[in-house]
């Protein structure tokens, strides 16, 4: 199998958790909300989904719970930051932290094992493509994902929802002036980008690396937010966002494989690297940021 | 619209200085409540722990110089820190900083193993800082120049930072009689700051970390630059119209938190530790943050809650050791106490309206 092939083939997989956790946290910033927390929701959604299918609850139950659990601690989020008008920036950072540390605690007896994994999904006469056939044979999760995205997409372009989000994040007074209840939307909003957080980290520890490790997410959440900067607030960017990162991460495995002898360090830091170098180029351009940012993102909103 | 039964923030004429000042002890408070009470669910004996974590790492002088000896890193980070979010620049890659800090002091007695001298330690204090000053530019230079968040920025450089680490240690700087630890070599005897009482670990870098306190509040009470940063922080327009630039406090605000984490970090491998390490910080960069927030981003409070936040490591360590702990719980607890700390705060610009009696029994 040729490198090319041997990235096709991973990316959507790869990318899968930077993307569940990019598209949670898009709707989150569309609503007006910055939730620095993902890292924490994603490991705490990563240790439930394990610790279930550990116990033979299954993969659903795992997710599900993992969804739920990262769901609540977002809550928390919204409850201080939206009820209390708290700093975003800081309570983000604590989730995170709090997040980390609740994952630490309860996966303290489940550290370096292992489970099984789930199947993966071949489109009949796709899968047999030369070159670009391993595209198409991914697992249930990754084909959701595509999925979630298409839905999420379809809610920003045609729906009410869609743009009752969109208001409230970009004109908190008015929305409310014309009668949306602006806290309620952004509540809904966190606690949806907490659950996508969960998926992501339960996709991470059951699926992709079927295994726990304190850490393991390496990252991943803090990726997945600048992804919605790449994006530039719109899902399919953020979705290419995502494939990107999904290939970065393979080519580290790939150029070990092609016998590149770099050191694993520098391998490692790649995806850290290319976030900076993307951001700095995406950023520069300002009028782009202001033409699809969030105009109230991050700050409280006060009758 | 909202349900009539809940109450509603009003915002007060003007701040709490009550409030202000019983924030940090009753989230404190809070903290402890909750996290006690999850010990207790995980089975452990809230007596045990409430000795070990809260009572122990007072009890006897070498323990509490061990809360002293921790202090230093979190206090000189956390005043580097609180400057900057002042200004509202969110520079949350203090680990990153610190660890460049480490290396760049390292270097001198890595490369110079036989150098003697007075010389020594202070220059490698010095350059570490230098070194944290350095990482942190290129935040600052993504941020002025090419607008990216310092956020992501900052953070990222961290995991970066990290990974440098091992490489050094794993490669070029491991100690080549250390068995394959990723450690490099013991450092000489002039490369360790001096202590401060004899018997115990508390170095001359406390009275730095003193010294820098006092600094920082003259800088942000009494001199005009620090008082252009909160401006630009509390009223950016403002700080626009009055000519004050935005890019310079930027530069400014991650200068000196890369210095003073850098410092941190120099401190850490020429201090208690005696050589470069892979586990150099536990987090310091990070709870750091905590330490400033808690401190109410003022230098004096600051003195207050970095000892509080290293008397929790302390703390922690004897936990786990004699109450069957797990280490994340420090983490837990960490990050409750923020949460809990910055929902007290809120009642410093607001108060609770609840509704009255009557309107609730109308239905």
Redesign the interface.
């Known amino acids: 199998m040729s490198a090319v092939e041997f990235i096709l083939a991973g990316m959507l997989a790869a990318a899968t958790p930077f993307l569940l956790a990019a598209l949670g946290e898009l709707v989150v910033e569309r609503a007006g909300v910055l939730n620095l927390g993902v890292e924490g929701l994603m490991a705490l959604g990563a240790v439930v989904a394990f610790v279930i299918v550990y116990h033979g609850g299954g993969h659903v139950l795992g997710f599900v719970a993992a969804g739920v659990s990262s769901a609540l601690l977002a809550l928390v989020f919204a409850f201080i930051t939206l009820g209390f008008r708290a700093n975003q920036v800081a309570t983000g950072l604590a989730i995170g932290i709090l997040g980390q540390g609740l994952a630490a605690l309860f996966g303290k007896s489940y550290e370096s094992l292992t489970i099984k994994g789930i199947g993966k999904i071949a489109i009949p006469g796709l899968a047999d493509l030369p070159v670009i056939g391993g595209l198409f044979v991914q697992d249930i999760v990754v084909w959701l994902s595509l999925l979630a995205t298409l839905a999420v997409w379809a809610t920003f372009a045609f729906t009410r929802t869609g743009l009752v989000i969109r208001a409230v994040g970009e004109n908190p007074k008015a929305a409310h002036a014309v009668g949306y209840p602006v806290i309620a939307v952004r509540v809904a909003a966190v606690a949806f980008g907490g659950m996508m957080a969960g998926f992501a980290g339960a996709y991470a520890a059951s699926v992709y690396t079927p295994m726990w490790a304190d850490g393991m997410i390496a990252g991943r959440g803090w990726i997945a937010i600048a992804l919605v900067v790449f994006g530039t607030w719109l899902t399919g960017r953020v979705f290419l966002g995502a494939c990107l990162f999904g290939a970065v991460s393979l080519m580290s495995l790939a150029a070990q494989a092609a016998g590149l002898n770099l050191p694993s360090q520098l391998l490692s830091s790649l995806p850290y690297l290319v976030t900076i170098l993307v951001l700095g180029i995406i950023s520069a351009d300002r009028r782009l940021l202001k033409l699809n940012g969030v105009a109230s993102l991050g700050e409280p909103f006060e009758r | ?2 349900p009539r039964f809940l109450p509603t ?1 009003v ?1 007060r004429q003007r701040a709490s200085l009550k409030a202000t000042l019983l924030a940090p002890p009753l989230a404190l408070a809070v903290a402890i409540a909750l996290n006690l009470g999850l010990y207790m669910l ?1 089975g452990r004996d809230p007596v045990a722990v409430v000795h070990a974590m809260l009572l122990e790492p007072f009890l006897s002088w070498s323990s509490f110089s061990e809360v002293l000896l921790k202090t230093g890193p979190l206090l000189l980070i956390a005043q580097g820190l609180a400057i900057g979010f002042r200004a509202k620049v ?1 520079n ?1 890659g203090a680990e990153g900083q610190f660890i460049l800090g480490a290396i760049f002091a390292s270097a001198i007695p890595i490369w110079f193993p036989q150098a003697t001298g007075g010389w020594i330690w202070p220059s490698m204090l010095l350059l570490g800082a230098l070194g944290g000053a350095l990482w942190a530019s290129i935040t600052a230079f ?1 941020r002025v ?5 310092e ?3 900052s ?3 961290s ?2 930072a990290a ?2 680490l ?2 050094l240690l ?2 070029p700087w491991k100690d080549p009689a250390g068995f394959n630890f990723p450690q490099s070599v013991m450092f000489q005897y002039d490369a360790i700051v001096p202590t401060l009482f004899p018997g115990t670990r508390v170095n001359v870098s406390l009275l730095i970390a003193l010294a820098l306190s006092l600094a920082a509040w003259v800088f942000m009470q009494k001199s005009f630059m620090g008082y252009k940063l909160q401006v630009g922080g509390l009223a950016p327009r403002a700080a626009g119209y009055a000519g004050f630039s935005e890019g310079g406090a930027i530069w400014l605000s991650l200068l000196i938190g890369g210095f003073a984490a850098g410092l941190a970090g120099a401190a850490e491998v020429a201090g208690p530790l005696g050589q470069l390490q892979r586990s150099i910080s536990t987090g310091y960069g ?1 709870a750091a ?2 330490v400033a ?1 808690l401190g109410g981003l003022h230098p004096i409070g600051i003195i207050v809650s970095s000892l509080v936040m290293a008397a929790i490591y302390i703390g922690g360590d004897n936990a786990m050791v004699s109450a069957n702990l ?1 280490i ?9 106490l ?2 809990a700390y ?2 007290a ?2 009642f410093v610009r ?1 108060r609770l309206e609840w509704p009255h009696a009557a309107a609730r029994s109308t239905p």
């Open positions: 619209m909202s923030l915002r995980m969110f949350i993504w120049r090419l607008n990216a968040n956020i992501l920025v953070l990222m450089l995991l970066v990974q440098l091992y490489y794993l490669g990070y943050i905590i927030y797990p994340a719980a420090v983490r837990v607890f960490q990050g409750s923020l949460l910055l929902v705060v809120a607001y």
